[in-house]
T-cell receptor, first 109, second 113 residues
Framework: GIQVEQSPPDLILQEGANSTLRCNFSDSVNNLQWFHQNPWGQLINLFYIPSGTKQNGRLSATTVATERYSLLYISSSQTTDSGVYFCAGAHNAGNMLTFGGGTRLMVKP | NAGVTQTPKFQVLKTGQSMTLQCAQDMNHEYMSWYRQDPGMGLRLIHY???????DQGEVPNGYNVSRSTTEDFPLRLLSAAPSQTSVYFCASRHPAVGNTIYFGEGSWLTVV
């Protein structure tokens, strides 16, 4: 199956700072998604992004499918951005997702 | 619209006991799945279903059974609980069309003593 590696594993930011999270895949994926897990455990889908770039407010994501990696950008971070960010992928859009180990983000006021 | 509903939210079991985690969705999604999340780790796929009457194994299926008799419900059964099954369990659903959002339940915290 697909292997998914995320970096960095942990990240501490001061409020207002920007950050980049990375996700590498061992094989090509046609279904790639980013999730945020808040401190209460709730999982929220951020982006479906098998290729290209998308933006949603202060968050944006870029996937370079040919090089098998994706980046999540967080700009002007806020304390509410704290939590764990997961990327997940699958060979095909219909397959179930394989998750990476996550990046644990703490944003300090 | 309740989304994906999991019950119970918390459960403590003794080793060897059996139990069922319930999952229901009201979005008419064909795809449903169960993941487990161990402390400090990502989610691992236990079982999944692409429609009523169809189930398949994921990455870590041992010790668990599932069935899908209706589109709405996808229960996960622990046959004989072991301490290694202490984890947080998430049910998820989505429509199979490309790009459709995956929705997660709020999780079920299970402790096996």
């Amino acid at each position: 199956g697909i292997q998914v590696e995320q970096s960095p594993p942990d990240l501490i930011l001061q409020e207002g700072a920007n950050s980049t999270l990375r996700c590498n895949f061992s094989d090509s994926v046609n279904n790639l998604q980013w999730f945020h897990q808040n401190p209460w455990g709730q999982l929220i889908n951020l982006f479906y992004i098998p290729s290209g770039t998308k933006q949603n407010g202060r968050l944006s994501a870029t996937t370079v499918a040919t090089e098998r990696y994706s980046l999540l950008y967080i700009s002007s971070s806020q304390t509410t951005d704290s939590g764990v960010y997961f990327c997940a992928g699958a060979h095909n859009a219909g397959n179930m997702l394989t998750f990476g180990g996550g990046t644990r983000l703490m944003v300090k006021p | 619209n309740a989304g994906v509903t999991q019950t119970p939210k918390f459960q403590v079991l003794k080793t060897g006991q059996s139990m069922t985690l319930q999952c229901a969705q009201d979005m008419n999604h064909e795809y449903m799945s169960w993941y487990r999340q161990d402390p400090g780790m990502g989610l691992r796929l236990i079982h999944y279903s692409v429609g009523a009457g169809i189930t398949d194994q994921g990455e870590v299926p041992n010790g668990y059974n599932v069935s899908r008799s209706t589109t709405e419900d996808f229960p996960l059964r622990l046959l004989s609980a072991a301490p290694s099954q202490t984890s947080v369990y998430f049910c998820a659903s989505r429509h199979p069309a490309v790009g459709n959002t995956i929705y997660f339940g709020e999780g079920s915290w299970l402790t096996v003593v």
